[in-house]
Nanobody, 115 residues
Framework: QVQLVESGGGLVQAGGSLRLSCTAS????????MAWYRQAPGKQRELVAQISSGSTTTYLDSVKGRFTISRDNAKNTVYLQMNSLKPEDTAVYYC?????????WGQGTQVTVSS
């Protein structure tokens, strides 16, 4: 069982920045595809950004050019740098780790962007 511990959420004004971190409790971290999802009240959870074991990245269209996902395999950590934040980015952000048939989720961290 892999545990994912997220940090870095909070309250920020529109136009501001936050960096989310997610640390995984596995020595096989480098094999995992890591991703950030978010879920706003009354909406479905959506994929925000993903980074493969080979560091290929994909992004939700609405965050392209503002968010950057990266990973540090030596620290078992994935990051989400969020710039130019908008009120519509307000949501609970979840870290996800996926490899083969294994799929794990973090507890979520709240990001609130005020206008």
């Amino acid at each position: 069982q892999v545990q994912l511990v997220e940090s870095g959420g909070g309250l920020v004004q529109a136009g501001g920045s936050l960096r989310l971190s997610c640390t995984a409790s596995t020595s096989a971290f480098a094999l995992y595809t890591m991703a950030w999802y978010r879920q706003a009240p009354g909406k479905q959870r959506e994929l925000v950004a993903q980074i493969s074991s080979g560091s290929t990245t994909t992004y939700l269209d609405s965050v392209k050019g503002r968010f950057t996902i990266s990973r540090d395999n030596a620290k078992n950590t994935v990051y989400l740098q969020m710039n130019s934040l908008k009120p519509e980015d307000t949501a609970v952000y979840y870290c996800n780790a996926n490899y083969w048939r294994s799929d794990y989720w973090g507890q979520g961290t709240q990001v609130t962007v005020s206008s």
